[in-house]
């Protein structure tokens, strides 16, 4: 079955740089949320969207933006990378069709490290 | 402060024998509990959830209890086998299925043949 697929899988940055992170959610899925998974840590909740709209905000900084499309995908923007960001972004999927919310799904994760 | 607490940050069990991991909350709001596997450089894999309507939920070798009273939960894996060495996350959400999820801090367990 297809599953929640995210781009790139490691990222390299610098300082003061920027990074942005592809989600693209299972088939049919209508909502997005990404989490940050810092070192030792557990995954954070950043933010989420349903439907195109930011459907619940998390622990997601300032310098960070993220949209949902008409094609259900997702992307993080982060601007102004600091070495506090480096960890791993999971993007999960849910759907609500039929009515009945579903279980979130994660992907692989993108590993950020900010140099 | 971490509203799901997993104490036990390893495990190791005997292949063949029970594992038991355990998760304890401090929000009464949660109403949707699950379990999460997840493997070195991979994503979380959802094993099982449970509703707080219910108090035990079963998928072949794996069982979720809840008991909203103490506000624990617990998933037993019987048999036990070497796959499923991994870290298991215990997560809660307010807002159902659909809610966005608080994670434990994951336990990692070990099963030697």
């Known amino acids: 079955a297809a599953g929640v697929i995210q781009s790139p899988r490691h990222l390299i ?42 459907s619940d905000k998390g622990s997601i900084p300032d310098r960070f933006s993220a949209q949902q499309f008409s094609d259900y ?28 919310p579903d279980t979130q799904y994660f992907g692989p994760g993108t590993r950020l490290t900010v140099l | 402060d971490q509203q799901v607490k997993q104490n036990s940050p390893s495990l190791s069990v005997q292949e063949g024998r029970i594992s038991i991991l355990n998760c304890d909350y401090t929000n009464s709001m949660f109403d949707y509990f699950l379990w999460y596997k997840k493997y070195p450089a991979e994503g979380p894999t959802f094993l099982i959830s449970i509703s707080s309507i219910k108090d035990k939920n079963e998928d072949g070798r794996f069982t979720v209890f809840l ?36 994670f434990g801090k994951g336990t990692k367990l070990s099963v030697k043949p």
């Not at chain 1, 995908?73 to 009945?100: I, K």
């Not at chain 2, 103490?70 to 159902?96: R, T």
């Open chain 2, 67 to 102: 008991n909203k009273s103490a506000k624990h939960l617990s998933l037993h894996i019987v048999p036990s086998q070497p796959g499923d060495s991994a870290v298991y996350f215990c997560a809660a959400s307010e807002g159902g299925s659909q809610g966005n999820l608080i």
């Open chain 1, 73 to 100: 995908h997702s992307e993080l923007n982060m601007s102004s990378l600091e070495l506090g960001d480096s960890a791993l972004y999971f993007c999960a999927s849910s759907s609500t069709s039929g009515g009945a």
């Open chain 1, 13 to 54: 940055k610098e300082k003061r740089e920027t990074a942005t992170l592809k989600c693209y959610p299972i088939p049919r899925h209508d909502t997005v949320y990404w989490y940050q998974q810092g070192p030792g840590q557990d995954p954070q909740f950043l933010i989420s969207f349903y439907e195109k709209m930011q």
